[in-house]
């Protein structure tokens, strides 16, 4: 991509930059903020470093790119007092980074940003993306995504959430020649450690780490660099000397004493000797330009949002649809519940998957409304299409009724999934969503593209943490640096995923090793069969890896182990092999037990339906149970098990019973209620009722012999025996159910051949 990079001075800006070189991109042009008025040094800005502005002039003769600048307008204080409001006055809980989400806002110096990008837009209209040197703070990150996403470019913040210690080092090493312009903590003195070389101070700021817990990149404020030399300083071979500057002290003779130097004078020198670069480096490097115009930015900052909104009529005027084609579940718990939402047999009426979408999406949000709810709402979302060659006209679609301006206090995570719809008699489009009835969710949107984990470009996150429950997007084996998938195959991407995944986790102090409740992994048919059973060899050593490190890194957390479903499906999206759904457990308290509850009770539904407990029921069932707070349940019917089941209802041996071919409804339907007696079982021996349910997905495969409105009717038919029978069960009119069709579902990847495989999700609060 053609990249216009933001340019501050400083060392993590430049080095942003070499990281866009070495991932591929072209630096076309260059942009930077600075004060009105050109004597002062540091205005009190959250967003912006300033000091050393007078010098970044010669950043364009260094680099032989054309530098766009704009005079500060705006201040922080707008947005600020929103945001304040909404923590503190309105009391809406969440943590900092989901509270400083950026809405458009006159007079805010974030304008400024956008009237300096847009107009490098305009003047060159090839470039696509947006280079900043984040590293940490989610105030700055999420501020250039607004500006971006306003002018549909790229974020890329390749030091995001990198470790400082290493980063730092890689900057000296890499050619990073930079000396402290301010100094604002413990343990840095201006009269010391002013003008000093990042690596001279190297040793230095690693023991101020360690005595006082500063980040020794400066990230909270502690110091400020100014870049002088470094490899992209090649087009005229020089580098800058600061000739003569003025020590500026604040708050002189305090614990953390503040001084900034005011550059006087400054001019260009060559270079004495050329800095070591690998061949592909050169010639990276040497293909920066040879213009080295400064262009100032000018003009008053917009006085209302520039967006414009979608059209309602765009969005309602869809084709009506009966409402025997509209196929509605839900589970019945109060504050926490899940919808789900498909089409019956409109494969032949369909116009195609957005419009099935915009149907099933409209639906969804009349039962939201209904309920006095919006998509603000919504934590996670399913959404499973019937092609994924429709991904990029689906989004098109989705991105219509789930927007950011929607999602205030954050937008749902997702999953998409491409499933044998049209085989099961269903329509283009199936969305199951996890609805709260509170604003209390945290999530995790970076749309960046960095080397941390692959960004979320639009209105999906990479994870949402409510009560406890972290529920993550799926993901898939991208090279987060290149949004790429790992071309080395199935396990491969298995790993690279994984790693997504942690670093996913890590962000909200949990790991996917230690904290995980479950693991869906979805698995294309793509995969070769010899290579199904090393997807799940490379899990199982990947999260045994992980564990050993967080018990040598002192980890004291309480360690679940996860229950794992594999999910054959047709594709996925990017054609990628596998994708990886983990739900954790973060404890607010660390002391909280993991071990299940067991509570005896005598089971009038196994006695009504004539079912007795043995020993290979066991076989059938995985359960991750969090004492008081947790339920999660996988439950596996294959072949065996259902020649066991109907030969125990038959009265016959179970060498005399076939089930290869074909399973007859009324074997499912026995099927049916030995999976509710199990369930139920399960729920009630671990403290927990049918109420505290928020999803059931019961998975068949496309190849049965059953259909799948036949097989939603014998559950449906099971639930309500099971509510006669114990009346402590209490549903509603609708199923709890949501009836998924798949290729092949299974608890091993290397035998996903279940004839039902049922997925159980209960909480308490």
């Given at each position: 991509?053609?990249?216009?990079?933001?340019?501050?001075?400083?060392?993590?800006?430049?080095?942003?930059?070499?990281?866009?070189?070495?991932?591929?991109?072209?630096?076309?042009?260059?942009?930077?903020?600075?004060?009105?008025?050109?004597?002062?040094?540091?205005?009190?800005?959250?967003?912006?470093?300033?000091?050393?502005?007078?010098?970044?002039?010669?950043?364009?003769?260094?680099?032989?790119?054309?530098?766009?600048?704009?005079?500060?307008?705006?201040?922080?204080?707008?947005?600020?007092?929103?945001?304040?409001?909404?923590?503190?006055?309105?009391?809406?809980?969440?943590?900092?980074?989901?509270?400083?989400?950026?809405?458009?806002?006159?007079?805010?110096?974030?304008?400024?940003?956008?009237?300096?990008?847009?107009?490098?837009?305009?003047?060159?209209?090839?470039?696509?993306?947006?280079?900043?040197?984040?590293?940490?703070?989610?105030?700055?990150?999420?501020?250039?995504?607004?500006?971006?996403?306003?002018?549909?470019?790229?974020?890329?913040?390749?030091?995001?959430?990198?470790?400082?210690?290493?980063?730092?080092?890689?900057?000296?090493?890499?050619?990073?020649?930079?000396?402290?312009?301010?100094?604002?903590?413990?343990?840095?003195?201006?009269?010391?450690?002013?003008?000093?070389?990042?690596?001279?101070?190297?040793?230095?700021?690693?023991?101020?780490?360690?005595?006082?817990?500063?980040?020794?990149?400066?990230?909270?404020?502690?110091?400020?660099?100014?870049?002088?030399?470094?490899?992209?300083?090649?087009?005229?071979?020089?580098?800058?000397?600061?000739?003569?500057?003025?020590?500026?002290?604040?708050?002189?003779?305090?614990?953390?004493?503040?001084?900034?130097?005011?550059?006087?004078?400054?001019?260009?020198?060559?270079?004495?000797?050329?800095?070591?670069?690998?061949?592909?480096?050169?010639?990276?490097?040497?293909?920066?330009?040879?213009?080295?115009?400064?262009?100032?930015?000018?003009?008053?900052?917009?006085?209302?949002?520039?967006?414009?909104?979608?059209?309602?009529?765009?969005?309602?005027?869809?084709?009506?649809?009966?409402?025997?084609?509209?196929?509605?579940?839900?589970?019945?718990?109060?504050?926490?519940?899940?919808?789900?939402?498909?089409?019956?047999?409109?494969?032949?009426?369909?116009?195609?998957?957005?419009?099935?979408?915009?149907?099933?999406?409209?639906?969804?949000?009349?039962?939201?409304?209904?309920?006095?709810?919006?998509?603000?709402?919504?934590?996670?979302?399913?959404?499973?299409?019937?092609?994924?060659?429709?991904?990029?006209?689906?989004?098109?679609?989705?991105?219509?009724?789930?927007?950011?301006?929607?999602?205030?206090?954050?937008?749902?995570?997702?999953?998409?999934?491409?499933?044998?719809?049209?085989?099961?008699?269903?329509?283009?489009?199936?969305?199951?969503?996890?609805?709260?009835?509170?604003?209390?969710?945290?999530?995790?949107?970076?749309?960046?593209?960095?080397?941390?984990?692959?960004?979320?470009?639009?209105?999906?996150?990479?994870?949402?943490?409510?009560?406890?429950?972290?529920?993550?997007?799926?993901?898939?084996?991208?090279?987060?640096?290149?949004?790429?998938?790992?071309?080395?195959?199935?396990?491969?991407?298995?790993?690279?995923?994984?790693?997504?995944?942690?670093?996913?986790a890590n962000v909200f102090n949990c790991s996917i090793s230690t904290s995980a409740i479950v693991f869906t992994i979805y698995?294309?048919?793509?995969?070769?069969?010899?290579?199904?059973?090393?997807?799940?060899?490379?899990?199982?050593?990947?999260?045994?890896?992980?564990?050993?490190?967080?018990?040598?890194?002192?980890?004291?957390?309480?360690?679940?182990?996860?229950?794992?479903?594999?999910?054959?499906?047709?594709?996925?999206?990017?054609?990628?092999?596998?994708?990886?759904?983990?739900?954790?457990?973060?404890?607010?308290?660390?002391?909280?037990?993991?071990?299940?509850?067991?509570?005896?009770?005598?089971?009038?539904?196994?006695?009504?339906?004539?079912?007795?407990?043995?020993?290979?029921?066991?076989?059938?069932?995985?359960?991750?149970?969090?004492?008081?707070?947790?339920?999660?349940?996988?439950?596996?019917?294959?072949?065996?098990?259902?020649?066991?089941?109907?030969?125990?209802?038959?009265?016959?041996?179970?060498?005399?019973?076939?089930?290869?071919?074909?399973?007859?409804?009324?074997?499912?339907?026995?099927?049916?209620?030995?999976?509710?007696?199990?369930?139920?079982?399960?729920?009630?021996?671990?403290?927990?009722?049918?109420?505290?349910?928020?999803?059931?997905?019961?998975?068949?495969?496309?190849?049965?012999?059953?259909?799948?409105?036949?097989?939603?009717?014998?559950?449906?038919?099971?639930?309500?025996?099971?509510?006669?029978?114990?009346?402590?069960?209490?549903?509603?009119?609708?199923?709890?159910?949501?009836?998924?069709?798949?290729?092949?579902?299974?608890?091993?990847?290397?035998?996903?051949?279940?004839?039902?495989?049922?997925?159980?999700?209960?909480?308490?609060?």
């Open positions: 991509m053609k990249v216009v990079a933001l340019v501050s001075g400083g060392k993590d800006s430049c080095y942003a930059m070499m990281k866009c070189i070495q991932y591929g991109h072209e630096i076309v042009a260059l942009a930077n903020l600075m004060p009105a008025d050109d004597s002062v040094d540091e205005l009190d800005s959250f967003m912006y470093q300033t000091v050393g502005h007078q010098i970044i002039v010669s950043y364009a003769e260094c680099m032989g790119l054309p530098l766009f600048r704009r005079r500060i307008q705006g201040s922080t204080r707008q947005a600020l007092l929103m945001t304040f409001m909404a923590y503190y006055v309105l009391g809406v809980k969440r943590e900092m980074h989901q509270s400083l989400n950026y809405k458009t806002t006159p007079g805010d110096e974030v304008e400024d940003m956008f009237m300096l990008l847009n107009e490098v837009k305009r003047q060159i209209p090839s470039i696509t993306a947006v280079s900043s040197g984040a590293i940490a703070s989610d105030y700055q990150r999420l501020r250039v995504e607004s500006v971006c996403s306003r002018l549909g470019l790229v974020s890329l913040a390749y030091l995001w959430k990198q470790d400082q210690s290493l980063l730092l080092q890689e900057m000296i090493t890499n050619g990073i020649l930079a000396i402290t312009v301010k100094v604002a903590a413990i343990g840095l003195e201006p009269s010391k450690h002013l003008g000093k070389e990042i690596a001279f101070l190297n040793t230095h700021l690693h023991k101020l780490k360690e005595l006082y817990g500063i980040n020794v990149c400066g990230e909270g404020g502690e110091y400020e660099t100014l870049t002088l030399d470094c490899p992209l300083f090649v087009v005229s071979n020089a580098r800058i000397v600061l000739d003569e500057f003025q020590t500026v002290l604040h708050s002189p003779g305090s614990i953390a004493s503040v001084g900034v130097i005011h550059p006087l004078t400054f001019h260009l020198e060559n270079k004495e000797t050329a800095i070591s670069l690998s061949n592909n480096d050169k010639a990276n490097y040497s293909s920066l330009g040879k213009n080295g115009s400064v262009f100032e930015v000018q003009g008053d900052c917009p006085q209302r949002n520039e967006a414009t909104c979608q059209s309602n009529a765009e969005r309602t005027n869809l084709v009506e649809v009966s409402d025997d084609r509209i196929y509605i579940s839900r589970t019945k718990k109060d504050n926490i519940f899940s919808i789900c939402c498909w089409l019956q047999d409109s494969c032949k009426n369909s116009a195609g998957s957005q419009e099935d979408l915009a149907i099933v999406l409209k639906h969804i949000e009349s039962q939201l409304t209904g309920c006095g709810f919006g998509w603000e709402h919504v934590l996670y979302i399913h959404l499973y299409i019937a092609d994924m060659n429709d991904f990029a006209t689906v989004n098109e679609t989705y991105v219509r009724f789930i927007t950011q301006d929607k999602c205030p206090f954050g937008v749902p995570s997702r999953s998409t999934i491409e499933l044998p719809m049209l085989q099961a008699s269903l329509g283009r489009a199936y969305v199951e969503v996890l609805v709260a009835n509170d604003n209390s969710k945290n999530v995790l949107h970076v749309q960046s593209i960095s080397s941390w984990a692959p960004s979320c470009i639009g209105p999906y996150s990479q994870a949402t943490l409510h009560k406890e429950i972290l529920h993550m997007a799926g993901q898939l084996g991208l090279d987060p640096a290149t949004m790429t998938l790992c071309n080395e195959g199935p396990s491969a991407e298995l790993e690279q995923a994984l790693e997504n995944s942690e670093a996913v698995c294309s048919t793509n995969i070769p069969l010899p290579e199904r059973l090393t997807i799940q060899e490379k899990q199982d050593s990947f999260l045994k890896q992980m564990r050993l490190l967080q018990l040598e890194k002192g980890s004291k957390c309480k360690i679940l182990y996860p229950i794992f479903l594999y999910v054959l499906v047709p594709d996925l999206p990017k054609r990628a092999f596998v994708e990886v759904k983990p739900i954790l457990f973060v404890p607010e308290d660390t002391e909280t037990a993991v071990t299940s509850v067991q509570n005896p009770t005598s089971f009038t539904v196994a006695n009504c339906w004539g079912f007795q407990h043995a020993q290979w029921h066991d076989s059938c069932i995985q359960s991750c149970v969090v004492s008081g707070k947790i339920c999660a349940v996988i439950l596996s019917i294959t072949e065996d098990h259902v020649a066991k089941i109907c030969s125990e209802s038959l009265g016959v041996k179970e060498k005399d019973v076939d089930y290869h071919n074909s399973v007859s409804k009324g074997d499912m339907e026995r099927v049916s209620r030995f999976c509710v007696y199990l369930l139920d079982k399960g729920i009630v021996e671990n403290g927990f009722s049918w109420e505290d349910t928020i999803n059931l997905r019961i998975y068949f495969p496309t190849n049965s012999s059953i259909q799948l409105e036949t097989l939603s009717l014998l559950f449906k038919n099971a639930m309500n025996e099971l509510v006669e029978i114990d009346r402590r069960v209490q549903i509603g009119k609708e199923p709890i159910f949501n009836i998924v069709p798949v290729l092949g579902s299974g608890s091993s990847a290397a035998s996903m051949n279940n004839i039902i495989t049922c997925e159980l999700f209960a909480r308490k609060f």
